[in-house]
């Protein structure tokens, strides 16, 4: 697991990840879903039961809330 995929177009790598206090960190590539292999690209809806923090280009942070991203992406 070396890719997280939010949305249909933005690319994140992940950088930290704790099992064990269900955390993930990111970082926003510029990279686009042709040009990572599937098999280490994970959907962003894997981790709902995780803290998920991505750091987007600018260097700002974003902690998703699994609740309101599945209502706006529309995920089941």
């Not at 704790?18 to 970082?27: G, K, L, P």
């Not at 981790?47 to 599945?70: C, T």
Request: glycine share 8%.
């Amino acid at each position: 697991m070396k890719y997280i995929l939010v949305g249909k177009e933005k690319v994140y790598e992940i950088r930290k990840i704790s099992f064990f206090y269900m955390t993930v960190e990111a970082v926003q590539t510029d990279l686009t879903m042709n040009e990572v292999p599937g098999n280490e690209t994970w959907d962003i809806g894997e981790f709902k039961n995780y803290k998920v923090k991505l750091v987007n280009n600018g260097g700002q942070a974003e902690v998703i809330d699994f609740n309101g991203w599945k209502e706006h992406y529309d995920l089941n």
